[in-house]
């Protein structure tokens, strides 16, 4: 038997006004996965999330997490979920450990543990600089370490590697997989296609309030997958063969037999393709 | 409500409160104040408050001549001028200048006892007074002529004492009506005079009634400017933490989304609320008791001292988180405080200047000075009392416009 998900959405409906943000919504998310939410911009990823930390009533259907309603019993809901938002919130004026240090104070959480979030996102030697005087990657790192100081059972993520640099968003994802380890169920919304390929267990593409896709981003690839070779010739000539007809292949066979291809670049998925010709729209 | 969140987040208040230098400047540049009025006028009265805006606040007595006329004047100054008065031998300061002339500092006047000009002349006695300011020196005046008098009876009555004559001369001067008193007597007597010169029919028509005069202090008149700046002070205190401090840092903390931040933690809105509830009001307070013990001790133990500072940080309460709940930002918050300040102290100046008395009785920035004035200089009466229930309505009703305006548009 299956363990029950974590997060369960049921014709979740959200309305401003007139305009519909998320259209009938059913999903369910599993229990220690890593769930990527994307779509475009007005897609209703950000809507949704605002109902699952409880900022925004649905119109209509139900949500549950970890068996909750996330209406009626919020209370219990509070203190088993962190939330990294995309625009940081941080007491300018304290130091990072000083900001750790009021929250660890709201989850009743012991002083040990400041230091080992300050150390899991390399920002033990700046835990006494003024947040002020961080850097924008550093501040991100430090909701980071807010967000997981009380070991949360799921873990929002809004955009949680924008205007990180490789290293540090390699720690980020590093911590991510920890917490997976540890049981967590992580939901994160991205625009960087490469990152969900490399961590996200499934994916839920929203489209204009609606879900377009729900799968791993593997199933996704083979399902629209796009088997192209780009060929550069020896003459400066570039050459596009489509790897599923036989043509192309026997073209391409000649061509490698002749020793005449400078450059050779195949492009079986592309993540972001798939996306665009998912949403039909820009990718932004 | 969890203990350990409240104190978190008061924990948090205090440390938000203490890395604001603006407000920590103020609360310094107000304590200043009131430590600069508490050193500057330790007697209340009408000199103190002379001294503060206009008249006189300092009188020098320059004589050229000691004697015991001289020392009896020294020996009885009363209390309430005792700081305010100095006295000067002058001969040693303009010997060897001829022209020498006397200067005397603005806001101070002067009494100088000169010597007779020639032998047997009178001795002179010369008021100078600042300006067109006659009454400003009228005080300092009362004192040195009762004084005169009083010390001239007392001669007199030592030499008829010593001569073996029993009968004393008339008693000193007291109160401070006898002036007016003795010329009305000395009137009454002249008319008496006249009286037995006339025909009876004329005389009975020549008629001066006796007075008896006697002079009262206004009791809720009887404040100093000393006690009016220090109940603004008190007053300031109390709306710079609770109408500006909390709704500008609330406003903030939602600007910025750490309020967010808060209210997704396990803190509850209530507990948020809750902290902000303990720690403003007892910061209120806590600075207000500072600044009126600093510029008048005694209030420290005064119950009703204490019973108004709370009713009027309770109501400031109410009047900060109306404020914190329609601003949307941290600048709207501070503009509309400020506005709401403006309005509210020309609207009751207003009021008072066209007698209109309905509208002031709405505002608690009316009743505070005046329950205030009476907790400092110790003149409570049950009128006070009652006063004070009403403005705990008027705090009552101004924190249920703030649970209004929070349940419709919560903190935005």
């Given at each position: 038997m299956l363990p029950p998900p974590a997060i369960c959405i049921q014709g979740l409906t959200v309305e401003y006004g007139k305009f519909?943000?998320?259209?009938?919504l059913d999903l369910e998310i599993r229990r220690g996965e890593l769930f990527g939410l994307l779509g475009p911009n007005g897609a209703g990823k950000s809507t949704t999330l605002k109902v699952l930390i409880g900022q925004r009533r649905p119109t209509n259907g139900s949500v549950k997490i970890l068996g909750h309603d996330v209406v009626r019993e919020w209370s219990l809901i509070k203190p088993k979920f962190g939330y990294v938002p995309d625009k940081e919130n941080h007491f300018d004026e304290f130091t990072g450990r000083r900001n750790l240090q009021i929250f660890a104070g709201l989850y009743d959480v012991p002083r040990t543990r400041i230091h080992e979030c300050l150390k899991m996102v390399e920002l033990d030697e700046a835990a006494?600089?003024?947040?002020?005087?961080?850097?924008l990657g550093m501040r991100k790192k430090l909701l980071l370490a807010r967000a997981i100081l009380h070991r949360p059972e799921i873990l929002y993520l809004d955009?949680?590697?924008?205007?990180?640099d490789v290293y540090s968003a390699s720690i980020v994802h590093r911590i991510l997989r920890n917490m997976l380890a540890d049981g967590s169920t992580i939901i994160l919304t991205t625009h960087n296609m490469k990152e969900v390929q490399e961590i996200c267990h499934r994916v839920a593409i929203l489209c204009k309030g609606c879900l377009i896709a729900l799968d791993t981003p593997l199933a996704l690839r083979q399902q629209h997958h796009h088997r192209t070779a780009d060929l550069i010739c020896g003459d400066g000539s570039k050459l596009q063969l489509n790897l599923d007809r036989e043509t192309d292949r026997n073209r391409l066979v000649e061509l490698l037999h002749a020793g005449s291809v400078a450059s050779m670049h195949t492009r079986e998925f592309d993540f972001h393709d798939a996306f665009l010709k998912l949403t039909g729209q820009a990718f932004d | 409500m969890r203990w350990h969140i409240i104190r978190t987040l008061i924990h948090k208040e205090c440390l938000r409160h203490l890395s604001n230098r603006g407000g920590l400047a103020l609360s310094l540049l107000l304590i200043g104040m009131a430590l600069i009025l508490a050193a500057f006028g330790r007697s209340d009265g009408a000199t103190s408050s002379l001294g503060l805006f206009r008249g006189v606040h300092h009188c020098y007595v320059d004589y050229w001549e000691d004697g015991p006329w001289i020392e009896y004047l020294k020996n009885n100054v009363p209390e309430n001028l005792r700081t305010s008065v100095h006295f000067r031998h002058m001969t040693a300061a303009i010997v060897?200048?001829?022209s020498a002339t006397i200067n005397y500092p603005t806001g101070s006047c002067a009494i100088q006892l000169r010597p007779a000009e020639k032998p047997s002349g009178p001795l002179e006695v010369l008021f100078w007074y600042p300006g067109?300011?006659?009454?400003?020196?009228g005080n300092f005046e009362n004192w040195f002529w009762k004084t005169t008098r009083a010390h001239h009876c007392a001669e007199l009555n030592r030499i008829l004492a010593a001569s073996g004559t029993r009968q004393p001369f008339p008693a000193s001067p007291t109160g401070d009506s006898w002036q007016w008193q003795e010329s009305h007597g000395r009137f009454v007597a002249d008319v008496q005079s006249l009286k037995s010169t006339l025909p009876p029919e004329t005389a009975d028509k020549l008629c001066v009634p006796e007075l008896s005069v006697e002079c009262r202090p206004l009791h809720a008149n009887s404040s100093g400017a000393r006690t009016t700046i220090s109940a603004a002070l008190v007053l300031f205190a109390l709306f710079f933490v609770c109408v500006y401090l909390l709704p500008s840092l609330a406003c903030e903390e939602r600007e910025n989304g750490v309020l967010l931040a808060q209210a997704l933690s396990p803190a509850t809105s209530f507990e948020i609320i809750a902290a902000r509830l303990i720690f403003y009001p007892t910061i209120a307070v806590a600075f207000a008791a500072i600044l009126g013990v600093l510029v008048r001790?005694?209030?420290?133990?005064?119950p009703f001292f204490w019973l108004t500072l709370i009713v009027l940080a309770f109501a400031s309460l109410g009047i900060g988180m109306t404020i914190a709940c329609i601003a949307r930002t941290q600048r709207s918050a501070s503009m509309t405080a400020l506005c709401y300040m403006l309005v509210v102290s020309l609207g009751v100046l207003h009021c008072q200047q066209n007698q209109i008395s309905a509208i002031p009785q709405l505002m608690v920035e009316f009743h505070g000075p005046r329950m205030l004035n009476a907790a400092m200089t110790n003149s409570v009466t049950v009128a006070d009392y009652l006063e004070l229930l009403y403005t705990a309505g008027l705090a009552i009703a101004w924190n249920a416009v703030a649970t209004v305006c929070f349940r419709r548009f919560g903190w935005q």
């Open positions: 519909i943000a998320v259209d009938q006494d600089l003024q947040v002020k005087r961080y850097s955009e949680p590697t924008a205007n990180l | 060897g200048k001829p067109e300011d006659r009454i400003a020196i001790p005694q209030v420290l133990t005064q």
